[in-house]
Structures are given as C-alpha cells and as structure tokens.
C-alpha cells in the first residue's frame, strides 16, 4: 500500500496544533534542505529539489532500501508491497534526478549519491523520531506544577491525601488548589490559568475532556446543640421535618452570592421554598457558622461526615428527593496526553474515586 503523503506541512497535523505544526515543518524542511545540500556538495550538481511538494515519506523509503539493498525487504520493514516500494523508488529518482539504485544480481547497489546519503539521511530520520516521540515522564524526577481550579470541599477531601501520595512518589512536583471563578472557570483552562477544573458536570465545550469522580449526595447540618431541633425531640440521623426545614435559617455555599441551588429546586418540585439568611463562598465558612449558629446547611455528605466530629455537627436527612451531584474532572483536550498531566489527573482520579462508596455507580 502506498504510505500516506509525508510532506513538510502534514507530518505532524494530525496530532498538534497549528503553531507547532509550523514550527515543525520549519524544521523539518531545513534538515532535509541541509541533508541533500551537504550530499550535493560532495557528489556534484543535482537537479533542485522542490521541497514545498516533496513527500518525505519517501524518505523513509530511500532510509530502508539503504538498509536493506531489496524492494522486497524494506518492504517488510516499512509494512508496504514490494510494488508499492517500487513506485516509491521511481517517484525518489524523479525527484531527485539520480537513479539512486542500479540493478546487481537478485540486490540492488546505491549510486555514488545514494551512497552518500546514508549516514546523514539515516541519522535526520532517527533525530525526527526521537523529536515526534512522547516525553518521557519520570514523577520521581518531575518539577513541574500542576493547578487545579476547585471548591474548598477539596482543600479538606483532596490535598492531605495528595500531599502525602506527592511526598512519597513525586516529592518536587508542586500542586496548587486555586479557587472557582465565578462564571469563567472552564475559560480559565482555555487561558492556562488552571490545568483542571474539580466541578459538578455541565454541558462542556468540544474543546474540553472530562472524567467522572464521584457523585456526592446532600445532607442538612446542624449544631449538635442545636436548640430548634432539640426541641423537636431529632436525633442526628433523623429526617428534618419538612416544616421545621423550611423555617429554620439556612446557610447557602454560592461563590456566585447566588440565593438558590440544587436544594432550591429540589424543593420548588414539591411545591416548597426554605428561608436563605445567609450564603458564604467556602464550604469551610458555612460549616463553621452553622456550628455556632442556630442555622443549618445542605452540604456534600462526604464533607459532612469528614467534618461532623470535629466541628461538632449534627448530620440529618432532608426532607426531600434531591439527585447526587456528579462530580468531574474536566481539562483542555491540548494535554490530554500529556504524560505529566495524564499522571497528575489519574493521581486524583485514584484520591476521589474512594469518596463514591455507598453512592450509584459511576457512568463509563
């Protein structure tokens, strides 16, 4: 079969973006370019070469016949037909103007300027391939940063367990939890201000991955000293009554200001509204308000139970049907593979996975 057209603007278009493709092709054409000068200069005059339409796949061609001295060898090598090798070869004498190859016995022998691109051709070809291959990454060894534009539920749920897993397997990597902006995270992956965004899952652009994490359902928190549910005769465990939840003073997590979530919506599908007196921006400040308030909050249940015995919270069941929150990964489609990014993202992938235990299954 005949390989795919090589040339200095396609090389590389499938797989990286339009600057580095330019960049590459650059260089591409100058290393061929300084290649066939050198060999012209030691062989002779030579029709020019038209390196804005010359197919350097053909190269790899001419690298294997060199190797191989048989179209039916450097066949095997490159995975193609004897005939396929043969019209390669007949396009290379065209575009270089030189026979390249003369019949001997059942073999073929390279031209004086055949010859004389063996070295330098074979060497440019193993510099490409070693430039067009995936970096290696050693964690171990790593500096790099890694930013994550995320809640506050994960400076509690997330960065103690990844400082301990950094310490021992990437010590000189550095991660960074910066806080959600409102309304312009995922634009904040685009301008290369975070390398992944921790949120709930959305309709994402095209230009983004993403990877489920865990669904995170809601609970209601009280003081254990709560007085208003004291009286009601509650015990932590309990289901609020729907009354009592709706006139009791809530706390709202929004870094937006807004006054309504997920638990608003919940409750207008049973034809209810609860009474918002405050919203804060960190999970940290409604917990701690509601621990010496006679508020209460809805929060993520892993939270709730991560933070109950020492802020001294009550945990209780709301009073309504409210769907778990699917937590995600999202990232900007450019790294996804990038090795270090790749490790980064399975590294907390790993962490928040644990925190799915008894919710649903997640999605594949």
Same mark, same amino acid.
């Given at each position: ?8 603007s396609?090389i ?5 973006g339009a ?6 092709s ?5 290393a061929?370019f300084?290649?066939f000068e050198?060999s ?8 020019? &070469?038209?390196?804005g ?5 053909? =190269?790899r061609v001419?690298d294997?016949?060199?190797r ?5 060898k450097a066949?095997e ?7 396929a090798v043969s %019209?390669?070869l007949?396009? =290379? /004498?065209?575009a270089?103007?030189?026979e390249?190859?003369?019949r001997h016995?059942?073999?073929l022998?390279?031209?004086? +300027?055949a010859?004389? =691109?063996?070295l330098?051709?074979h060497?440019?070809l193993?510099?490409?391939?070693? #430039?067009?291959a995936?970096? !290696? ?7 790099s940063?890694f ?7 994960? !400076? ?9 897993q =950094? ?7 550095? !991660?960074?939890? &910066?806080d959600?902006v409102?309304y312009? +995270?995922i634009?904040?992956?685009? /301008? +290369?201000?975070?390398?992944m ?7 994402? *652009?095209d230009?983004?991955d993403c /990877?489920p994490?865990? +669904?995170?359902?809601?609970?209601a928190?009280?003081?254990r000293?709560n007085? &208003?549910?004291?009286?009601s005769?509650?015990k932590p465990?309990?289901e609020? *009554?729907?009354? #009592?939840?709706c006139e009791?003073g809530?706390?709202?997590?929004s870094p937006?200001g807004?006054?309504?979530?997920? %638990?608003?919506a919940?409750l !207008?599908?049973v034809g209810?509204?609860r009474?918002v ?11 701690r ?6 508020l ?6 892993? #939270? ?5 015995p020492?802020? %001294?919270?009550?945990?209780y069941? @709301? @009073?309504?049907?409210?769907? *778990? ?5 999202v990232?900007?489609?450019r790294?996804?593979?990038?090795p270090?990014h ?12 644990a925190?799915?235990e008894g919710?649903?299954?997640l999605?594949?």
């Amino acid at each position: 079969m005949t390989p795919e057209p090589f040339t200095s603007s396609n090389i590389v278009s499938s797989t990286i973006g339009a600057k580095e493709t330019k960049a590459l092709s650059l260089l591409l054409s100058v290393a061929v370019f300084d290649l066939f000068e050198k060999s012209f200069d030691r062989i002779g005059p030579i029709a020019e &070469v038209n390196f804005g339409t010359f197919d350097l796949n053909l =190269l790899r061609v001419l690298d294997a016949l060199l190797r191989e001295g048989s179209t039916v060898k450097a066949g095997e090598r490159l995975g193609m037909s004897q005939s396929a090798v043969s %019209g390669a070869l007949a396009r =290379l /004498r065209h575009a270089l103007d030189d026979e390249l190859f003369v019949r001997h016995g059942q073999g073929l022998r390279p031209t004086d +300027y055949a010859v004389s =691109l063996s070295l330098p051709l074979h060497a440019e070809l193993t510099r490409l391939e070693a #430039l067009l291959a995936p970096p !290696a990454f050693d964690p171990a060894a790593s500096a790099s940063n890694f930013k994550m534009a995320a809640s506050d539920f994960f !400076a509690e749920m997330l960065m103690p367990v990844l400082a301990r897993q =950094l310490r021992s397997r990437a010590p000189h990597m550095c !991660a960074q939890l &910066v806080d959600v902006v409102p309304y312009s +995270y995922i634009d904040s992956l685009e /301008r +290369y201000e975070a390398d992944m965004a921790l949120i709930p899952s959305a309709t994402f *652009p095209d230009w983004t991955d993403c /990877r489920p994490l865990f +669904y995170s359902s809601f609970v209601a928190v009280a003081a254990r000293d709560n007085r &208003v549910i004291a009286r009601s005769g509650l015990k932590p465990g309990a289901e609020l *009554p729907m009354d #009592l939840f709706c006139e009791m003073g809530h706390v709202l997590f929004s870094p937006e200001g807004k006054l309504q979530a997920m %638990g608003d919506a919940a409750l !207008a599908r049973v034809g209810r509204r609860r009474n918002v007196v405050m919203t804060l921006p960190v999970f940290s400040g409604v917990c701690r308000v509601i621990a010496e308030s006679e508020l209460i909050a809805l929060i993520p249940r892993q #939270l709730a139970e991560h933070l109950a015995p020492s802020m %001294g919270l009550g945990i209780y069941k @709301p @009073p309504m049907p409210m769907d *778990p929150a699917l937590i995600v990964a999202v990232w900007h489609k450019r790294s996804t593979n990038n090795p270090a990014h790749r490790w980064m993202r399975d590294l907390v992938a790993d962490v928040m996975m644990a925190l799915n235990e008894g919710e649903q299954p997640l999605p594949v």
